[in-house]
């Protein structure tokens, strides 16, 4: 299974630190996340920072390596990762807006092979 090594943490007591957490680097989280990959197209990654003063990212996958490599260089212990299966998303949520990029002189294509 693909190892996954968080940078250093900020650990203060009050956080109530354990052993028995939930963890995001878990086998069967990352065989989860694999399978959807793999069988169903991209994911949704929320990345919310333990004591980060920063809002949260929200990022999207569509390759299991480079998905790993975002957590190994961008996540610290602590943080908290929360990832969803794009497809549902897309398929049962009404488009915010939609349209085709118009030509120089504004027109765009009635039709078109998508």
């Keep these: 299974m693909t190892e996954i090594r968080f940078k250093p943490g900020v650990r203060v007591e009050s ?3 354990t052993i028995d957490g939930e963890k995001i680097s878990s086998p069967d989280k990352l065989i ?3 399978t959807v ?6 994911v949704v990654l929320e990345h919310k920072f333990l004591r980060g003063a920063r ?3 929200t ?3 569509d390759d299991y390596g480079e998905f790993i ?3 190994n ?4 212990a602590g943080d908290k ?3 969803w299966n794009l497809w549902p998303f897309m398929r049962d949520t009404t488009p915010l807006a939609y349209g085709k990029c118009p030509a120089e002189d504004g027109a765009v294509p009635e039709g078109g092979s998508y």
Excluded at 37 to 42: D, N, V
Excluded at 73 to 76: D, F, K, Q, T, V
């Design 15 to 17: 956080d109530r630190w």
């Design 32 to 34: 989860a996340i694999r």
């Design 55 to 57: 809002g949260p990212h």
């Design 59 to 61: 990022l999207v996958f």
């Design 81 to 83: 990762i929360t990832v």
């Design 69 to 71: 490599a975002y957590l």
């Design 37 to 42: 990959l793999e069988k169903e197209g991209p």
């Design 73 to 76: 260089e961008s996540a610290h």
